[in-house]
């Protein structure tokens, strides 16, 4: 095991783990209710990007639920959601505004983005995902374990 594997989770700090853990609750709950909420009161089926769409979510809720126990091991799930919300502005947001419409999700994708900015040990980042080796791209030779 490297340096940076065996020391970066160290450098994490307990009140970093309890915020990533806050935010994994928070998406479990809120998100996992919204979508069942969905799931139970639709009255006909959802077109495929709906679909899509909320099936996304409910996988974001229920290994968010991973995260609470596993923060470190999730820290993915925070960057989907990180991606997907700022993504989202360029993306969804912009033209809606170039044709003079609005969205009620602006202010809320804004708050999570922050959230996930504030929450995400970046050290931690930089050292286990940029730093660290990557796993291999070739097979095996007999006789090695590495």
Same mark, same amino acid.
């Given at each position: 095991?490297? !340096?940076?594997?065996?020391?970066?989770?160290?450098?994490?700090? &307990?009140?970093?783990?309890?915020?990533?853990?806050?935010? #994994? *609750?928070?998406?479990?709950? &809120?998100?996992?209710?919204? %979508?069942? #909420? !969905?799931? $139970?009161?639709?009255?006909?089926? +959802?077109?495929? $990007?709906?679909?899509? @769409?909320?099936?996304?979510?409910? @996988?974001?809720? $229920?290994?968010?639920? *991973?995260?609470?126990? #596993?923060? /470190?091991?999730?820290?993915?799930? %925070?960057?989907?959601? *990180?991606?997907?919300?700022? &993504? +989202?502005?360029?993306?969804?947001?912009?033209?809606?505004?170039?044709?003079?419409?609005?969205?009620?999700?602006?202010?809320?994708?804004?708050?999570?983005?922050?959230?996930?900015?504030? %929450? $995400?040990? +970046?050290?931690? %980042?930089?050292?286990?995902?940029?730093?660290?080796?990557? !796993?291999? +791209?070739?097979?095996?030779?007999?006789?090695? /374990?590495?």
């Amino acid at each position: 095991m490297s !340096e940076a594997t065996t020391s970066a989770p160290a450098r994490v700090s &307990l009140m970093r783990l309890y915020l990533l853990r806050a935010m #994994y *609750l928070v998406n479990f709950a &809120l998100v996992g209710t919204g %979508v069942g #909420y !969905e799931f $139970i009161h639709r009255v006909k089926a +959802w077109d495929q $990007i709906t679909g899509a @769409a909320f099936s996304f979510w409910a @996988a974001l809720s $229920i290994l968010s639920a *991973l995260g609470i126990r #596993y923060p /470190l091991t999730m820290l993915p799930i %925070v960057f989907m959601q *990180l991606c997907y919300k700022v &993504l +989202w502005f360029p993306l969804a947001y912009l033209p809606l505004q170039a044709a003079g419409r609005t969205s009620d999700l602006a202010a809320g994708f804004l708050a999570a983005i922050a959230a996930d900015l504030i %929450v $995400i040990p +970046w050290p931690y %980042v930089a050292a286990h995902y940029f730093k660290n080796p990557g !796993e291999r +791209w070739t097979p095996l030779r007999r006789g090695r /374990l590495t």
